[in-house]
């Protein structure tokens, strides 16, 4: 064996160089994963770009690129021939229509959309082109992340590449719906209908066609309050998008004194009366003294002051605290043998 020359050593050095650390993909040993990810990455980096007018027009042309990259790279792999018989590569809606294609139905259908959207771009000016396709290249995104991860490797994601968007104004749900209205234009209505025709939309598909968010408010007090984000609707199978708003007061703290004292007595069969409840919320704090100058400054999760009538109602939580204590049989004494200060 020959040992290697300073110009081999120096190549084979500056090729190592090149490798990615995150991916460990190599520009020249794993070129067509390299541009794939370059492709999506700049797709979603102009995108994202606040300067940015032509964006819509072209995530979807360089999308088609990083896609077509992966799947050549997987056909490859597999040792299946990728090249037509005029010389050229597979075209993304053939390596699709392959039985063995590796991508779900929904991924398919988003591709395919896309293309449509891509040609229409590629041949048409299109006055106004928009929010209303948000959706779509939000879907393949993800689709292409978890593709190229199943597929090649988790080091290969682009999940840790980019960071969070971030803008300086907020939108509220009201002016997101009216500003979908703007985008509807004679043109967009076209290219949706092309979209159903050819691709074969029935409504009924999942987020790898088009990406929605569930949104969920439960109840809670303020410094509890959170949002819950669901991945589909259980009941049909779709993702939707659902805002609901709780009634606060009454269904937050909806037992009055006399109902809790039955509840914790029904639940642990201890004698637990008046005199014991106005110990327990002095000795826990969870409502102020009488003729206090806040008579609202309540502990949330247990207590609620109503001024209209003035009077305090309570939670569950405080139910189920107090038939933890009064089932501690140490616990309770404690709280019968408590002296509230003045």
């Given at each position: 064996m020959e040992a290697a020359t300073d110009d081999e050593i120096a190549r084979f050095r500056y090729e190592k160089s090149l490798v990615d650390l995150k991916s460990g993909l190599s520009p020249i040993d794993d070129e067509r994963l390299y541009r794939s990810r370059e492709a999506m990455l700049a797709a979603v980096e102009n995108f994202n770009?606040?300067?940015k007018l032509f964006k819509i027009q072209i995530f979807p042309v360089l999308s088609q690129i990083a896609w077509t990259y992966l799947l050549h790279e997987y056909y490859e792999r597999k040792g299946v021939e990728n090249v037509n018989e005029d010389g050229n590569s597979l075209l993304l809606s053939q390596m699709l229509n392959r039985d063995d294609c590796?991508?779900?139905e929904d991924v398919k259908k988003n591709l395919s959309a896309l293309k449509i959207l891509r040609d229409n771009v590629e041949h048409k000016l299109?006055?106004?082109?928009?929010?209303?396709y948000w959706t779509l290249f939000q879907a393949n995104c993800l689709n292409f992340d978890q593709t190229i991860r199943k597929l090649f490797g988790e080091r290969t994601g682009l999940q840790d590449s980019l960071s969070l968007s971030l803008q300086f104004g907020k939108m509220?749900?009201?002016?997101?719906?009216?500003?979908?209205t703007y985008d509807l234009t004679p043109a967009i209505e076209a290219i949706d209908q092309a979209i159903i025709d050819q691709v074969g939309i029935s409504g009924k598909e999942g987020p790898s066609y088009k990406f929605k968010v569930s949104y969920h408010f439960e109840?809670?007090?303020k410094g509890d309050s959170h949002i819950v984000f669901n991945n589909n609707n259980p009941d049909t199978g779709k993702v939707s998008n659902i805002l609901m708003q709780k009634v606060v007061g009454d269904e937050l703290w909806p037992h009055k004194p006399t109902t809790v004292i039955a509840k914790v007595r029904e639940q642990?069969?201890?004698?637990?009366?008046?005199h014991h409840h106005q110990l327990a919320w002095k000795k826990f704090g969870a409502r102020p003294r009488k003729g206090a100058k806040n008579p609202s400054d309540c502990k949330k999760d247990y207590c609620h002051f109503h001024s209209a009538h003035n009077d305090y109602t309570y939670s569950d939580k405080w139910v189920e605290f107090l038939v933890g204590v009064v089932s501690n049989p140490e616990e309770f004494e404690a709280l019968k043998a408590f002296v509230p200060t003045k």
């Open positions: 770009s606040p300067t590796p991508l779900g299109l006055s106004s082109i928009g929010r209303t509220q749900v009201d002016q997101l719906a009216k500003l979908q109840k809670a007090t642990t069969g201890e004698n637990f009366t008046s």
